[in-house]
């Protein structure tokens, strides 16, 4: 009954902005470390940005203080947002959480994923 619904993705030009979404739907959610991973045809998905339940944030090292990560609990969304983007970002960005529903038994979750390209 967990979904995450992503938005946000789409074309952009070289040194553009673009600010990704992960919304989760569901009733009593309790949703602790979320992540934004990407993952280019042909290779490994690989992590982009991590924020746990209390806001700490963990980054790739190609991020180079380009992208920021936020979320909004009231909302039960977490935020990628992406500055100064290179051609070299232009994959399919994917949300991931790790979600309990009234159970409280935790598990972990994946959007289904948004194209992000980056015109040179």
């Known amino acids: 009954q967990v979904q995450l619904v992503e938005s946000g993705g789409g074309l952009v030009q070289a040194g553009g902005s673009l600010t990704l979404s992960c919304a989760a739907s569901g009733s009593d959610l309790t949703i602790n470390t979320v992540g934004w991973y990407r993952q280019a045809p042909g290779k490994q998905r690989e992590m982009v940005a991590i924020?746990?339940?209390?806001?700490?944030?963990t980054y790739a090292d190609f991020v180079e203080g380009r992208f920021t990560i936020l979320r909004d609990n009231a909302k039960n969304t977490v935020y990628l947002r992406m500055n100064s983007l290179k051609p070299e970002d232009t994959t399919v960005y994917y949300c991931?959480?790790?979600?309990?529903?009234?159970?409280?038994?935790?598990?972990?979750?994946w959007g289904q994923g948004t194209q992000v390209t980056v015109s040179s």
């Open positions: 991931n959480a790790q979600i309990a529903r009234i159970d409280g038994i935790f598990r972990f979750y």
């Open positions: 924020i746990t339940k209390g806001g700490s944030t």
